[in-house]
């Protein structure tokens, strides 16, 4: 039997590349930043596809918003207030760029790449707790909030949410 080493002009990334190293050698002009072709592509009316956005509901009584909804939402926010309108059973979520020692503020918990709301208090005041994790689809609305903010997220309990209940046999879930 026989082995074969990958040839050597192959050329393989290394983790330290950056896209302006990671072009040298194959053209003279660095690759610009992701973000102003996006911004560039929006500017032209495109649509940029982030990723998926969900925020689970929680059987601990915590929201968790995913690494998308985060990235696009709630980047460089310490907080959110949290609101219930009983009429539309809609959720509320506006993120605040400070924490605030208030009972309508819940903070937003950071720890190994997740983010989440304990919201304990607000399931139990609007009945909201869930015997499974469900995920729902928030919309951004740039009408709530009132003029101190450029909006906030919605999520329609009307809608149906996707059950999550894939639990390792160790008892750990990956919500991402």
Same mark, same amino acid.
């Given at each position: 039997?026989?082995?074969?080493?990958?040839?050597?002009?192959?050329?393989?990334?290394?983790?330290?590349?950056?896209?302006?190293?990671?072009?040298? @050698?194959?053209?003279?002009?660095?690759?610009?930043?992701?973000?102003?072709?996006?911004?560039?592509?929006?500017?032209?009316?495109? +649509?940029? /596809?982030?990723? $998926?956005?969900?925020?689970? /509901? $929680?059987?601990?009584?915590?929201?968790?918003?995913?690494?998308?909804?985060?990235?696009? &939402?709630?980047?460089?926010?310490?907080?959110?207030?949290?609101?219930?309108?009983?009429?539309?059973?809609?959720?509320?979520?506006?993120?605040?760029?400070?924490?605030?020692? $208030?009972?309508?503020?819940?903070?937003?918990?950071?720890?190994?790449?997740?983010?989440?709301?304990?919201?304990?208090? /607000?399931?139990?005041? &609007?009945?909201?707790?869930?015997?499974?994790?469900?995920?729902?689809?928030?919309?951004?609305?740039?009408?709530?909030?009132?003029?101190?903010?450029?909006?906030?997220?919605?999520? +329609?309990?009307?809608?149906?949410?996707?059950?999550?209940?894939?639990?390792?046999?160790? @008892?750990?879930?990956?919500?991402?």
């Amino acid at each position: 039997m026989r082995f074969f080493a990958a040839p050597p002009f192959i050329y393989s990334k290394r983790d330290s590349d950056t896209p302006e190293t990671a072009s040298k @050698g194959k053209d003279s002009h660095p690759e610009p930043p992701v973000d102003e072709i996006t911004d560039s592509l929006t500017d032209e009316g495109f +649509d940029i /596809f982030h990723g $998926r956005e969900y925020i689970s /509901f $929680r059987t601990d009584s915590h929201l968790a918003p995913n690494p998308t909804v985060v990235e696009q &939402h709630l980047e460089g926010k310490e907080a959110v207030i949290l609101a219930y309108n009983e009429d539309s059973n809609e959720v509320a979520l506006i993120p605040l760029s400070a924490d605030y020692d $208030r009972g309508d503020v819940y903070s937003l918990k950071r720890s190994d790449g997740s983010t989440v709301i304990a919201a304990t208090g /607000f399931f139990k005041e &609007h009945d909201l707790s869930v015997d499974q994790t469900v995920r729902y689809s928030p919309e951004w609305n740039g009408d709530i909030g009132g003029n101190n903010v450029p909006g906030g997220l919605v999520i +329609d309990l009307d809608e149906d949410g996707e059950v999550y209940a894939a639990a390792s046999p160790s @008892g750990s879930t990956d919500e991402s």
